[in-house]
């Protein structure tokens, strides 16, 4: 069965692999309620936390194009409820570069798991590009309406168009820390149960 | 009284409150338009019979609303004060697009959604994997559930005095759960034919009402307003 | 005029990375219409056999194999595994995880519309199927809210929607209550009747005798014995027993035991040392309030999942709760260990009272589900976790007694039900716990297993812990069970002694 193209039980793990990814991300996301400066820690929690099922799944991947749907389907799922779809080329466009990298170590090479996973943890970003493309017209409003130049600065220092690069670079950084984290845990626990 | 829409007009319906929250209403008009935007999934929720739902976003809505506009408009100074206003704007940029996407995920069967992608010609390998997301949060919520119980019988709720704990032992458990799940699951899939070389077909019907048609041209119409606002004027 | 409609033919196979042969030189011809019960304990072999009909070995479990098998004139080897979709349907054993939708309906037309019929003709079997197995009640539910022999029904349905003309069923009884369990046996005789040929592995044998034309016992991978189905009925308890196979009847008094009979007025045995259950209370509506939450107590009468005035569990006994599905057992497990918050309830033992959280610590539930409480990556520290002072030595003991010293580095989940079982226990034996609760220990146990727990629960009797165990097992109670509490909707109607004098007389 070594075809090449992805089979029932192929997609039906990458449909498994998203819903927790998604639950990772949607956790963090509440946690983002309490001040938007803990939005920009998005960069450092979903790459770390998401790891653990994002090594068990790179542990499945045999084939070309699973991680490519997964970032569609999480685009698709980002579009559903509501934020947005400006992000989608970046989901899409890290899910598939991530893809290509992991194949070209044909999906075995350690080093290349690290980085393909850094880059696809780019798509974290996409959560911020409302906020971002709002941000300037939504400044001037606020500041328009009386509110003080403090609290808009407050508000977006963290997030502007100017540190989204930042975050991009810490996304990619985390991303490769957190592959490390994660596939130390996959050792410990699925490799010692004979799972994977 | 129900209208019963066509998942397409939903998500259409999406697509045009996620592009309008993306740009800020500047006159009294615009803010009408945008009001009225939110207002359509409320009633929407209404005649579904999600009263609770409906009542929670409007209230919130509106006390957003009032409190952006009216409070906090003039001298708001200090920490509280900004803080209020962060949340308020914040739910009033955002929330449109919030109680819409409720709307559509609460009143949309997965069949008739993965119908709708058929129809749009996304490819079965997509429809699938998604409806396999959908059918899992649930699965994902279960396990997780007894987990927290499990946690909580060890006293283990705060990681048994180990940090890494608090996410490792409400991971690592869910993990197992669901990848033994999913091997039994594509089992019991393929033995029922999923994977064949035949197009899928689907009971769902899907057809556009009038009701459908309105809405589209409605949303159009707001959206056009907005664009023409934003970049033409 | 018989004719064959599939064959197995001298197969051995072997999973990857598996020691040994799951199947050892297996043959096996099928007649049309016919219905072949496979028995033998876990392991022998009998879900390989199911997995050759379907062809998920070798298509989705990998191994080497040799011999062939044929289905209908197809080679299984050179078939693709939809191709079989429209001649062979699997019931699988865990209805938890065999559902592919999210609602009934959508499950039910789940095959059809993957092998691409026509949408009319998928509603006319669906509202066929629907009228013969009398689903109208759990169409257009969601899954998720359906009991778990209800889902079974209607993983049965969507398989019955493809209209196979070859049922196999996985131990589809392991989770199933009895009502769901002569559901089930009707959905069988009604495919039999419709001359289907039907496939059963299954541990519970006495559901199935007057069902079973063929029965073949299978030991290590190998076919070791077949009966005809009466020669099978006939078989003696000691004779079942020497196979290692639960007994092909259960006797009345248990049957009786365990549907639903009239209620007995409950009537309290006093113990010279019980642990005494006091005013718990509890619903899943919460009582509507305004500042502070209300307390439950009795005088919400019928709006009460759980109701229990005042109960005594005998020390150092092992007690079955029993009675059907979804009438309060698991509520009132969940309840005394301290799960719900919101229930009311003191635990009165050594003349301590233990309120609310200190149920947590007084109790310990193992899990019908032990995978769920498992947290580290070996044994020996899953038992640490539990301790407040780390105890090596001590926790050395409790693994000791349980025949898990050995496996102390092991992985937790590397281990088998049964060994993750005990772990679960000795867990709970470090905690210090002294109430044992226990949901459905034995549920697709066979013999043997079963038996093993049995033997287990009463050790821990007789250290002095008392054990309450929730089941629908009746060869279990017979075997372990000091006392039978009934509860039926929340109450507790009937509690009654089980010594071995009532054991002989019965029988």
């Not at chain 1, 409820?81 to 570069?97: D, E, K, Q």
């Not at chain 3, 889902?151 to 398989?159: G, H, L, T, Y």
């Given at each position: 069965?070594?075809?090449?193209?992805?089979?029932?039980?192929?997609?039906?793990?990458?449909?498994?692999?998203?819903?927790?990814?998604?639950?990772?991300?949607?956790?963090?996301?509440?946690?983002?309620?309490?001040?938007?400066?803990?939005?920009?820690?998005?960069?450092?929690?979903?790459?770390?936390?998401?790891?653990?099922?994002?090594?068990?799944?790179?542990?499945k991947?045999?084939?070309?194009?699973?991680?490519?749907?997964?970032?569609?389907?999480?685009?698709?799922?980002?579009?559903?409820?509501?934020?947005?779809?400006?992000?989608?080329?970046?989901?899409?466009?890290?899910?598939?570069?991530?893809?290509?990298?992991?194949?070209?170590?044909?999906?075995k090479?350690?080093?290349k798991?690290?980085?393909?996973y850094?880059?696809?943890?780019?798509?974290?970003?996409?959560?911020?590009?409302?906020?971002?493309?709002?941000?300037?017209?939504?400044?001037?409003?606020?500041?328009?309406?009386?509110y003080?130049?403090?609290?808009?600065?407050?508000?977006?220092?963290?997030?502007?168009?100017?540190?989204?690069?930042?975050?991009?670079?810490l996304?990619?950084?985390?991303?490769?820390v957190?592959?490390?984290?994660?596939?130390?845990?996959?050792?410990?626990?699925?490799?010692?149960?004979g799972?994977? | 009284?129900?209208?019963?829409?066509?998942?397409?007009?939903?998500?259409?319906?999406?697509?045009?409150?996620?592009a309008?929250v993306?740009m800020?209403?500047?006159?009294?008009?615009l803010?009408?338009?945008?009001?009225?935007?939110?207002m359509?999934?409320?009633?929407?929720?209404?005649?579904?019979?999600?009263?609770?739902?409906?009542?929670?976003?409007?209230?919130?809505?509106?006390?957003?609303?009032?409190?952006?506009?009216?409070?906090?408009?003039?001298?708001?100074?200090?920490?509280?004060?900004?803080?209020?206003?962060?949340y308020?704007?914040?739910?009033?940029?955002?929330?449109?697009a919030?109680?819409?996407?409720?709307?559509?995920?609460?009143?949309?069967?997965?069949?008739?959604?993965?119908?709708?992608?058929?129809?749009?010609?996304?490819?079965?390998?997509?429809?699938?994997?998604?409806?396999?997301?959908?059918?899992?949060?649930?699965?994902i919520?279960?396990?997780?559930?007894?987990?927290?119980?499990?946690?909580?019988m060890r006293?283990?709720?705060?990681?048994?005095g180990?940090?890494?704990?608090?996410?490792?032992?409400?991971?690592?458990?869910?993990?197992?759960?669901?990848?033994?799940?999913?091997d039994?699951?594509s089992?019991?899939?393929?033995?029922r034919?999923?994977?064949?070389?035949?197009k899928?077909?689907?009971?769902?019907?899907?057809?556009?009402?009038?009701?459908?048609?309105?809405?589209?041209?409605?949303?159009?119409?707001?959206?056009?307003?907005?664009?023409?606002?934003?970049?033409?004027? | 005029?018989?004719?064959?409609?599939?064959?197995?033919?001298?197969?051995?196979?072997?999973?990857?990375?598996?020691?040994?042969n799951?199947?050892?030189?297996v043959?096996?011809?099928?007649?049309?219409?016919?219905?072949?019960?496979l028995?033998?304990?876990?392991?022998?072999g009998?879900?390989?056999?199911?997995?050759?009909?379907?062809?998920?070995?070798?298509?989705?479990?990998?191994?080497?194999?040799?011999?062939?098998?044929?289905?209908?004139?197809?080679?299984i080897?050179?078939?693709?595994?939809?191709?079989?979709?429209?001649?062979?349907?699997?019931?699988?054993?865990?209805?938890?995880?065999?559902?592919?939708s999210?609602?009934?309906?959508?499950?039910?037309?789940?095959?059809?519309?993957?092998?691409?019929?026509?949408?009319?003709?998928?509603?006319?079997?669906?509202?066929?199927?629907?009228?013969?197995?009398?689903?109208?009640?759990?169409l257009?539910?969601?899954?998720?809210?359906?009991?778990?022999?209800?889902?079974?029904?209607?993983?049965?349905?969507?398989?019955?929607?493809?209209?196979?003309?070859?049922?196999?069923?996985?131990?589809?009884?392991?989770n199933?209550?009895?009502q769901?369990?002569?559901m089930?046996?009707?959905?069988i005789?009604?495919?039999?009747?419709?001359?289907?040929?039907?496939?059963?592995?299954?541990?519970?044998?006495?559901?199935?005798?007057?069902?079973?034309?063929?029965?073949?016992?299978?030991?290590?991978?190998?076919?070791a014995?077949?009966?005809?189905g009466?020669?099978?009925?006939?078989?003696?308890?000691?004779?079942?027993?020497?196979?290692?196979?639960?007994?092909?009847?259960?006797?009345?008094?248990?049957?009786?035991?365990?549907?639903?009979?009239d209620?007995?007025?409950?009537?309290q045995?006093?113990?010279?040392?019980?642990?005494?259950?006091?005013?718990?209370?509890?619903?899943?509506?919460?009582k509507?309030?305004?500042?502070?939450?209300?307390?439950?107590?009795?005088?919400?009468?019928?709006?009460?999942?759980?109701c229990?005035?005042?109960?005594?569990l005998?020390?150092?006994?092992?007690?079955?709760v029993?009675?059907?599905?979804?009438?309060?057992?698991s509520?009132?497990l969940?309840?005394?260990?301290?799960?719900?918050?919101?229930?009311?309830g003191?635990?009165?033992?050594?003349?301590?009272?233990?309120?609310?959280?200190?149920?947590?610590?007084?109790?310990?539930?193992?899990?019908?589900?032990?995978?769920?409480?498992?947290?580290?990556?070996?044994?020996?520290?899953?038992?640490?976790?539990?301790m407040?002072?780390?105890?090596?030595?001590?926790?050395?003991?409790?693994?000791?007694?349980?025949?898990?010293?050995?496996?102390?580095?092991?992985?937790?989940?590397?281990?088998?039900?049964?060994?993750?079982q005990?772990?679960?226990?000795?867990?709970?034996?470090?905690?210090?716990?002294?109430?044992?609760l226990?949901?459905?220990p034995?549920?697709?146990?066979?013999?043997?297993?079963?038996?093993?727990?049995?033997?287990?629960?009463?050790?821990?009797?007789?250290?002095?812990?008392?054990?309450?165990?929730?089941?629908?097992?009746?060869?279990?109670?017979?075997?372990?069970?000091?006392?039978?509490?009934?509860?039926?909707?929340?109450?507790?109607?009937?509690?009654?002694?089980?010594?071995?004098?009532?054991?002989?007389?019965?029988?």
């Amino acid at each position: 069965m070594n075809e090449k193209k992805l089979q029932a039980k192929d997609f039906i793990t990458i449909g498994i692999f998203t819903a927790l990814l998604f639950v990772v991300e949607f956790a963090c996301g509440m946690l983002g309620f309490i001040h938007p400066y803990i939005v920009a820690s998005y960069v450092v929690m979903i790459p770390i936390v998401g790891s653990i099922p994002m090594m068990l799944f790179y542990t499945k991947i045999e084939k070309f194009g699973m991680l490519s749907i997964m970032s569609v389907l999480l685009a698709i799922i980002m579009f559903v409820t509501g934020m947005g779809y400006l992000g989608a080329p970046l989901i899409i466009a890290s899910g598939v570069i991530a893809d290509l990298i992991a194949r070209s170590g044909e999906y075995k090479s350690f080093k290349k798991t690290v980085i393909s996973y850094g880059v696809f943890c780019l798509w974290i970003c996409a959560n911020y590009f409302p906020v971002v493309i709002t941000a300037d017209s939504y400044r001037k409003n606020l500041i328009d309406g009386g509110y003080t130049a403090e609290y808009c600065d407050n508000l977006f220092r963290a997030i502007n168009s100017k540190t989204i690069a930042v975050l991009l670079v810490l996304c990619f950084v985390f991303g490769c820390v957190g592959a490390l984290i994660g596939k130390a845990i996959v050792r410990k626990h699925f490799e010692k149960a004979g799972i994977v | 009284m129900s209208v019963k829409l066509d998942p397409r007009t939903k998500l259409y319906m999406i697509f045009v409150v996620s592009a309008v929250v993306m740009m800020s209403a500047t006159t009294p008009f615009l803010w009408a338009v945008r009001i009225t935007m939110t207002m359509i999934p409320i009633l929407l929720l209404i005649m579904e019979k999600h009263y609770a739902a409906a009542f929670r976003f409007l209230i919130l809505y509106a006390a957003a609303l009032i409190v952006t506009f009216r409070f906090l408009s003039e001298s708001s100074k200090g920490f509280l004060a900004a803080f209020l206003v962060g949340y308020c704007s914040i739910i009033v940029q955002f929330m449109p697009a919030m109680i819409t996407a409720w709307y559509v995920v609460r009143t949309t069967k997965i069949g008739e959604f993965v119908c709708a992608m058929q129809k749009m010609h996304i490819p079965d390998g997509i429809t699938i994997s998604l409806a396999v997301v959908m059918r899992f949060f649930p699965t994902i919520k279960e396990e997780y559930t007894s987990i927290r119980d499990a946690m909580k019988m060890r006293g283990i709720m705060l990681g048994g005095g180990n940090a890494a704990g608090i996410i490792e032992y409400r991971m690592i458990p869910l993990l197992f759960s669901c990848v033994n799940i999913g091997d039994e699951l594509s089992a019991a899939a393929v033995t029922r034919g999923l994977g064949g070389k035949v197009k899928r077909t689907s009971v769902q019907e899907l057809k556009m009402s009038v009701a459908d048609y309105l809405l589209m041209l409605l949303f159009t119409a707001a959206l056009g307003v907005f664009v023409v606002f934003k970049y033409i004027k | 005029m018989m004719q064959t409609i599939a064959q197995i033919n001298n197969v051995t196979h072997r999973y990857k990375g598996a020691a040994e042969n799951s199947l050892d030189g297996v043959s096996l011809t099928i007649q049309k219409g016919e219905t072949i019960l496979l028995c033998g304990a876990s392991g022998s072999g009998k879900t390989s056999v199911i997995r050759l009909l379907n062809g998920l070995i070798p298509h989705y479990y990998h191994g080497d194999m040799t011999g062939d098998v044929t289905v209908k004139g197809l080679d299984i080897a050179k078939t693709q595994l939809y191709e079989l979709a429209g001649i062979v349907g699997t019931v699988f054993q865990n209805p938890r995880s065999q559902f592919f939708s999210v609602d009934t309906d959508g499950e039910i037309v789940f095959g059809p519309e993957n092998i691409g019929l026509a949408p009319d003709e998928i509603k006319a079997r669906k509202e066929a199927i629907a009228k013969q197995m009398n689903l109208d009640k759990l169409l257009g539910r969601s899954l998720f809210a359906l009991s778990g022999g209800e889902k079974q029904r209607i993983a049965c349905a969507s398989v019955a929607a493809l209209l196979p003309e070859i049922i196999l069923l996985d131990e589809p009884s392991s989770n199933l209550d009895m009502q769901a369990i002569s559901m089930l046996h009707d959905i069988i005789r009604g495919w039999k009747k419709q001359g289907k040929t039907i496939i059963i592995s299954e541990h519970r044998l006495w559901y199935l005798k007057d069902i079973a034309d063929r029965v073949i016992y299978m030991d290590k991978g190998r076919i070791a014995r077949e009966w005809r189905g009466k020669e099978f009925a006939e078989l003696s308890e000691v004779e079942t027993r020497q196979l290692g196979l639960r007994p092909t009847s259960i006797n009345e008094h248990y049957l009786a035991l365990l549907s639903d009979k009239d209620d007995v007025k409950f009537k309290q045995e006093q113990f010279f040392d019980g642990i005494m259950l006091k005013d718990f209370y509890f619903s899943y509506h919460h009582k509507p309030y305004l500042l502070r939450r209300k307390q439950f107590s009795v005088a919400d009468g019928d709006a009460l999942s759980l109701c229990i005035p005042e109960l005594i569990l005998p020390k150092g006994k092992v007690t079955a709760v029993i009675g059907s599905n979804g009438t309060g057992k698991s509520t009132f497990l969940r309840c005394i260990c301290g799960l719900e918050k919101d229930c009311t309830g003191v635990i009165v033992a050594n003349g301590k009272e233990y309120k609310k959280r200190q149920r947590i610590g007084f109790s310990y539930m193992v899990m019908q589900d032990v995978n769920h409480q498992l947290f580290t990556d070996s044994v020996e520290k899953e038992v640490l976790l539990s301790m407040k002072e780390k105890d090596v030595n001590r926790c050395h003991e409790i693994l000791d007694t349980l025949g898990l010293l050995g496996y102390k580095d092991t992985h937790p989940m590397a281990l088998s039900g049964g060994q993750k079982q005990r772990v679960a226990i000795a867990s709970a034996i470090a905690a210090g716990a002294e109430l044992l609760l226990f949901d459905e220990p034995t549920s697709g146990l066979d013999y043997a297993h079963m038996k093993k727990v049995g033997e287990l629960l009463r050790q821990l009797a007789e250290a002095g812990s008392t054990v309450l165990v929730s089941t629908h097992d009746p060869e279990f109670i017979e075997q372990c069970c000091d006392h039978t509490l009934r509860i039926k909707n929340g109450r507790a109607v009937s509690f009654e002694a089980w010594n071995d004098q009532d054991r002989n007389s019965i029988r």
